[in-house]
């Protein structure tokens, strides 16, 4: 989270990384049983993560010359002015990127892209029970593949902390962890009981939820995208 020199002068190193055997920090503490040291790589991906800054936009509406308006006696627009001139507005984009004096404050950041939830999803090489790498295959494959049901409600445990956490400005504000279906197809082809109930029953992995929801008759409503209420000229632009 610091730098990690005597000097104070090497950035902190970004935790959301793999190396070329698809192994991450986070896999690496989990598959060796050090979960309290998996859930702080967590934390600490959490806390590194920042937004991807989206380019911001002003609309300025620019003021017409008087020879292109078209008013009657009364001092309202005409009717033909307001239903064939289009407004003139114009885009003016606002930048995001700022200088200071200090550049090495700006270095000492760590604005990571990747959420906490996907690195739990990562696939990686993995390890057998016996200490040996395993097939490839994200951390609940793995532990479907060993039968590991104390690995699983751990996995499960922080899957949904994260699945819940509103990282984006655009996240919804209530979200719940949809288990991979790859993972929980096989489970069912290892016949692993137990580990299906645990699943089923904090995720609803295998239920036909999209389908129950339009039998039950309700309506999802989207929020828009853009605001709905701007008049302009007379019309709802």
Known sequence: ?????????????????????????????????HHAVAK????????????????????????????????????????????????????LAIGGDFTTENVGQVSMKVNSRTK?????GWACRGIRRDGTAGDSGSPFAHVINNNDLRGLKTLLD????????????????????????????????????????????RTGAGLPLEDLVKNSGLELKEKPKYYQGLTVYGKKR
């Open 116 to 120: 906490p939830l996907e690195i739990i």
């Open 158 to 201: 922080w899957a949904e902390h994260y699945g819940s956490q509103k990282l984006d400005p655009d996240d919804e504000p209530f979200t719940f962890f949809a288990f991979p279906d790859p993972d929980f197809t096989r489970a069912v082809e290892l016949g692993r009981s137990e580990l299906l109930s645990e699943i089923i029953r």
């Open 40 to 91: 702080a790589i967590l934390e600490i991906a959490q806390a590194q993560y920042a937004p991807e800054e989206k380019t911001k936009t002003r609309f300025v509406m620019e003021a017409r010359d008087e020879g292109d308006e078209d008013y009657s006696d009364n001092g309202c627009e005409s009717a033909a002015d307001s239903e064939g001139s289009e407004p003139r507005i114009q885009a």
């Open 1 to 33: 989270m610091t730098s990690w020199d005597g000097a104070k002068s090497e950035a902190p190193l970004k935790i959301a990384i793999t190396d070329s055997e698809k192994n991450s920090p986070f896999s690496l503490a989990f598959f060796r049983g």
